[in-house]
T-cell receptor, first 114, second 113 residues
Framework: DTAVSQTPKYLVTQMGNDKSIKCEQNLGHDTMYWYKQDSKKFLKIMFSYNNKELIINETVPNRFSPKSPDKAHLNLHINSLELGDSAVYFC?????????????FGPGTRLLVL | AQSVTQLDSQVPVFEEAPVELRCNYS??????LFWYVQYPNQGLQLLLKYLSGSTLVKGINGFEAEFNKSQTSFHLRKPSVHISDTAEYFC???????????FGSGTQLTVLP
C-alpha cells in the first residue's frame, strides 16, 4: 500500500522517442507535482496540479506535457527525448496548496536517454 | 524570490559522533522550512519542518533543527549518528504566496564505522 507510486522505475530509451511516466497517489490528496532531479542531485519543480487543474508550470520545454485524468493520477509525457532529459523524475503529492504543506514523494523514475 | 543554500555538499562523520548540516535561506517574507532525507535509490522523506512557534523543531530518527531568523538559517543536527543515517539531505523553503518548494543542492552525509 505505497502512498505515492510511479511506473516505470527505470526507463532506458533512444533519442527522439516519446515516453510516458505514470504517477498515482492513494492518500486522497488534492495536489500533485512533478520534479526533475539532475545528475548533481539538484531538485527542481516542473509542474503542479490541484484538483486536475494546472497551477504551476515552470520553464520547461513544451516537449513535456503533464496530464491529470483525476485527482489521484498525474502522468508525464515526453516527446522527442533528448540526452539532456536523462534524470530522475519524482512525483509528489500534498493535501492542498497551502504554503507549508508537507509533500510526499514517490520512489522516482530513472530515465536514461541514449 | 526564495532560495536555499546548503553550504556543505559532503559531510563525512564517524558513527556515534554528532553532526550538523547547514542550511541558509533567502526570502523577503515569512518562511516555512523543511528538511527532507533521500536514502539511496529512494524518494524523499520528510524529516521535520518549521511553520511557526518554537524555533527548535524535533523530527524523526532523532534529528532536530533550529530556526534562526536573524541568521536566516535552519541547521539540522543529530547528537549521535548511525550508519543507517547515510543519505542525501535536502533543505527546502516555501515562503509568502509561493506554492512550491525550493530545494537546496543537498548534503551527502556519510557515516563511517
Amino acid at each position: 500500500d505505497t502512498a505515492v507510486s510511479q511506473t516505470p522505475k527505470y526507463l532506458v530509451t533512444q533519442m527522439g522517442n516519446d515516453k510516458s511516466i505514470k504517477c498515482e497517489q492513494n492518500l486522497g490528496h488534492d495536489t500533485m507535482y512533478w520534479y526533475k532531479q539532475d545528475s548533481k542531485k539538484f531538485l527542481k519543480i516542473m509542474f503542479s496540479y490541484n484538483n486536475k487543474e494546472l497551477i504551476i508550470n515552470e520553464t520547461v520545454p513544451n516537449r513535456f506535457s503533464p496530464k491529470s485524468p483525476d485527482k489521484a493520477h498525474l502522468n508525464l509525457h515526453i516527446n522527442s527525448l533528448e540526452l539532456g532529459d536523462s534524470a530522475v523524475y519524482f512525483c509528489a503529492s500534498s493535501q492542498g496548496v497551502r504554503v507549508g504543506e508537507t509533500q510526499y514523494f514517490g520512489p522516482g523514475t530513472r530515465l536514461l536517454v541514449l | 524570490a526564495q532560495s536555499v543554500t546548503q553550504l556543505d555538499s559532503q559531510v563525512p562523520v564517524f558513527e556515534e559522533a554528532p553532526v550538523e548540516l547547514r542550511c541558509n535561506y533567502s526570502s523577503s517574507v515569512s518562511v516555512y522550512l523543511f528538511w527532507y532525507v533521500q536514502y539511496p535509490n529512494q524518494g524523499l522523506q520528510l524529516l521535520l519542518k518549521y511553520l511557526s512557534g518554537s524555533t527548535l523543531v524535533k523530527g524523526i530518527n532523532g534529528f532536530e533543527a533550529e530556526f534562526n531568523k536573524s541568521q536566516t538559517s535552519f541547521h539540522l543536527r543529530k547528537p549521535s549518528v548511525h550508519i543507517s543515517d547515510t543519505a542525501e539531505y535536502f533543505c527546502a523553503v516555501s515562503s509568502g504566496s509561493a506554492r512550491q518548494l525550493t530545494f537546496g543542492s543537498g548534503t551527502q552525509l556519510t557515516v563511517l564505522p
